[in-house]
Nanobody, 118 residues
């Protein structure tokens, strides 16, 4: 089992910045990669950014150049630095951890609200 605790969401004006954190605990060694997803009013949960244990990083096209995902292995924590935020970034952001064993399993944080509005 993996537990994920998120923090850092809030209300910000367009062009502002936020930094999200996700701390993992439990069966840390089973985690293959971690990432961030977001879910807007349409209820579709889309990947925003991801990073594997080997350091490979990927981003959704809509956030390239504005968002940066990073990790601190000593703290079992991943971060999402969000700059130049836009109203369309408004969503609930979920931390994800992917474990690989006999089968693939996904674990999710509780979600943190990000609202971009003037």
């Amino acid at each position: 089992q993996v537990q994920l605790v998120e923090s850092g969401g809030g209300l910000v004006q367009p062009g502002g910045s936020l930094r999200l954190s996700c701390a993992a605990s439990g069966s840390i060694n089973s985690i293959h990669g971690m990432g961030w997803y977001r879910q807007g009013p349409e209820k579709q949960r889309d990947v925003v950014a991801a990073i594997t244990t080997s350091g490979r990083i990927s981003y959704a096209d809509s956030v390239k150049g504005r968002f940066t995902i990073s990790r601190d292995n000593a703290k079992n924590t991943v971060y999402l630095q969000m700059n130049n935020l836009k109203p369309e970034d408004t969503a609930v952001y979920y931390c994800n951890a992917r474990a690989i064993g006999t089968t693939q399993r996904d674990y999710w944080g509780q979600g943190t609200q990000v609202t971009v509005s003037s």
